[in-house]
């Protein structure tokens, strides 16, 4: 079974490594690859590459910063705030 791709694009580089780590270690874990951008540029560069994403988490800022670049993955904001 190949692996899914969850793109996590966020600002903040702690958040985003919390999340991933979460994700990493969580039950269904070994389901998902995680690939996180807290730069706008570097992740408008992955879109346009035309690199796979079956699910994209993505902060609203990181999403008007990517311009025109089209998603043809789900976009479900973070939810996970880590204490």
């Known amino acids: 079974m190949r692996k899914l791709d969850l793109i996590l694009a966020v600002k903040e580089a702690e958040y985003a490594r919390r999340l991933a780590d979460y994700v990493r270690d969580h039950a269904l874990g070994e389901s998902w690859r995680v690939t996180a951008f807290t730069n706008p540029q570097a992740l408008r560069q992955y879109f346009k590459g035309g690199y796979p994403a079956d699910l994209v988490a993505a ?19 973070p939810r996970f705030r880590p204490g």
């Open 59 to 77: 902060g609203p800022e990181m999403l008007a910063d990517i311009g025109d670049c089209r998603l043809d993955a789900p976009v479900a904001p």
